[in-house]
């Protein structure tokens, strides 16, 4: 079944749902809005999704929001690989862990606040680049203490293939390097991150595919 996805590219939520896409091998054609463009706003868009956000999954007349929605969504439809756990506590464990990274730290540094940050408050470059390292720092502080204390397996954050919590840390990362963010206090992170950016549903789903 083809989907369509309403995204941006640069855009984390998008390319979340790119990379499960590509790990359920599931056929799918890409629109491009442009976020720079402020095309999520206009009339068109905004019939297909009122909060102007990206991604948008559509099927059919069936449209989905919400990056994790979606997932989700995909998962339960394709169950194979599976992209949460099976065991109940893990499987709580790897959703609390992407809910970390999609509700606590991404929302602080999404395009729409580093805007806001410099619309509102004439916030200069430097202004923002701290703010969006001081989030990151917090966030990736707790998580890497998260995944030293699982029996993560140096390639994935939860067992031997990619689940919900590496297709939310890997954009994540991206950004954190697009932003020039320093890793070195993060190697599980880090190494998580060189592993995945390898495997050909992830470099699909990279902005610069």
């Known amino acids: 079944m083809a989907f369509t996805l309403y995204d941006y590219f640069r855009s984390s939520a998008s390319y979340r749902v790119r990379i499960a896409l590509n790990l359920k091998q599931l056929d799918h054609t890409c629109v491009h809005v442009s976020l720079l463009n402020n095309e999520q ?13 990206v991604p948008t999954l559509q099927q059919h007349q069936t449209l989905l929001h919400q990056s994790l929605a979606i997932i989700e969504y995909l998962d339960e439809c394709y169950p194979t690989p599976y992209l949460l756990p099976r065991n109940l506590i893990k499987r709580a464990q790897c959703r609390s862990f992407a809910l970390s990274i999609a509700c606590d730290i991404h929302p602080l540094n999404n395009l729409r606040v580093l805007k806001q940050l410099e619309q509102q408050f004439d916030c200069t470059s430097a202004q923002k680049t701290y703010w969006y390292h001081h989030w990151l720092q917090q966030g990736f502080t707790a998580l890497e203490q998260q995944l030293q204390q699982s029996p993560y397996t140096e390639h994935f954050c939860f067992g031997t293939h990619p689940t919900l919590a590496d297709i939310c840390l890997i954009p994540q990362v991206y950004n954190a390097k697009r932003f020039e963010f320093d890793l070195s206090p993060f190697p599980t992170i880090a190494a998580i991150y060189h592993h995945c950016e390898q495997l050909e549903p992830f470099t699909k789903a990279a902005p610069e595919s």
């Open 41 to 53: 706003y206009s009339s068109e868009y905004q019939a297909i999704n009122p909060s102007g956000l």
